[in-house]
């Protein structure tokens, strides 16, 4: 740890960010939530009412990693697991969202089980299951699930409505102002889901709950403002996260037209409830259309910074040119080629945990086929994994061997940053040229000049300040079989039905690699790199066709 890279990653940070995280903890530390130890006895009863034999063995599966509970002694904190699981792991236990992605059926007795069996057990605010992000979500697929069943055993829906009413004073407490982004909204939505809930369990607004409805409108309009760009993009630039933060906005969405049909709304709130409907009538289909340009034929997600494969927008797109300004992505669509490139910087300044070394990388599909790819996203807590799928090597982009983008560091952290100098697309000769500056000050340009069943690029360093070999990265998809060639300048390979030709005269090797489709789910694959020791140029051309 050295003070230059402290300040540099400290400079960019809001003051809410610094005298937050103080604050925060000493809230988690001296404030508690109503009673929950008298609910926990509640439901501790209920369940011995429900005249349930829970079934021996119950397999839960987050992160592709599976685990057998036994119902009657089930597991939520880290410390009851004799081998520590991620705490990611532990909080997609927590998140309850198992209750409607079919691991557990819908309509069962066994899920009411559970959540009284979390209510009864977990009667701490200060544990790890009560935190901020965790909670948010539970609270949200708690109300969910109540609402598809109406018909609920009165007392336990009592019990349920008062823990997740305990929960949203402890979640109004735990704003998390300190990290921002897609926690903050995330938290935001679920309280504002979660009071417009009971609003309606208790059959209007109350003058007690108007003020924390006013409280929720007024900050998610902030922060959608904030968050979601001119183009329709997260600001954190993770088509996994943009996905998420699109379910959020579609969640208050309908909280907000529930709010609308409730008794007791003065006029001040009625017009915040309207300024609200107009917000998210226009964001949110700005973000599926910036979903469905960011999908890829297959029908999931492009890979760029933190993001797992998850279902996008499939659209029947023609031919397409599309320079995302303002979330810095290009992408380029033909009836057999799909390209998509990063040309963003680490984003938003302020809060770029989930930002990759990635500017100038990109993903090409062929005939509907992942053909080259981007690292993904293996970890958040394995240190080494997090480094390898974060650094600037896991890209398809060219760079000086071992030497950073940006001063990526610790779990979430970014110091010295590159930044994007321009970028531009020639649409008349098909070209599309971006320029960026790295944490050293060296200069990156790279050519991309597309034609049919061809894509050419030319790499450039023009202006060196540290020692190495200049390089250019190609991750290949695993699925890529080797084709033996007679000429020494192309390699070519097989993926699905297409034949994908790399040429070029820089020198070229292959070298091993680990793709993260998804979290705790590593794949072997193969990279091309090409080096050119004599000179800071490499030029190289991808050419197709169908097998």
Known sequence: MTFSRVFHTIRHLLPVQIYGRP???????????????????????????????PPEKLELRFLNRPHQFKPAE???????????????????LNYFAWLHDGQTETYSPLNLFLILDWIEKNNSPRAETWEPYPLSRRITEWVRWCREHPALDEDAEDCIVSSITLQCQRLR??????????????????????????????????PESEPLIEFCIDELVEQIRLQIMQDGGHFERSPMYHVEMLHAIEAVRAANRKLLE????????????????????????????????????????????????????????????????????????????YFVLSCGEPSPAFQPGHSHCDILSYELSLNGERCIIDTGCGSYQDTDIRYECRRTEAHNLPMIEHAEQSDIWGTFRIGRRARVTHRSYDSEHGMLVVEFIDQYGQHYRREVIFSQQQIKIRDRLTQRRVTGTFISLIHLAPTALVIPENRPSTSSFSIGKTVLSITTEANLRTASYVWYPGFGKPINAEKIVLSNPQAEAIDYVISWQTA
């Open 23 to 53: 604050l925060f903890a000493l809230r988690r530390m001296l404030s508690s939530s109503g009673n929950p130890g008298r609910l926990s006895q509640l439901a501790a009863e209920l369940k011995t009412r429900l005249l349930l034999q």
């Open 74 to 92: 089930m597991q939520w904190l880290t410390g009851h697991f004799s081998e520590r699981p991620e705490k990611l792991w532990i909080y997609n």
């Open 173 to 206: 407490n735990d704003l998390e102002y300190h990290i921002q982004a897609n926690h903050l909204l995330e938290n935001l939505k679920a309280l504002f889901v979660a009071t417009v809930f009971l609003a309606e369990y208790e059959e209007g607004v109350t």
């Open 262 to 337: 409730l008794d007791g709304i003065s006029q001040n709130l009625s017009r915040k409830i309207a300024r609200m409907a107009m917000l998210c009538g226009d964001r949110i289909p700005l973000m599926r259309d910036w979903l469905a340009v960011m999908t890829h034929p297959d029908g999931k997600i492009a890979l760029f910074n933190d993001s797992a494969l998850k279902t996008g927008i499939n659209r029947d797109w023609k031919t397409m040119n599309y320079l995302l300004e303002h979330s810095g992505f290009f992408v380029r669509r033909t009836p057999d080629c």
